[in-house]
């Protein structure tokens, strides 16, 4: 089984940057992830905090 490549702590903060208002193209292409991945990490996690 593979492991998880990014903690919940690094998802969190990967969020903080999208609601800061950093272009979502430019967050993605950072991180290395999908669109479809930062929307379903908002959908998981975005009351968490750091």
Known sequence: MKGKRFSV???VGVLKQ????VPV???IRQVGISEQTLYR???QYQGLQT
């Open 9 to 11: 702590e690094q998802i």
């Open 18 to 21: 999208a609601e800061v208002g």
């Open 25 to 27: 193209a430019e967050l």
């Open 41 to 43: 990490w908002k959908k």
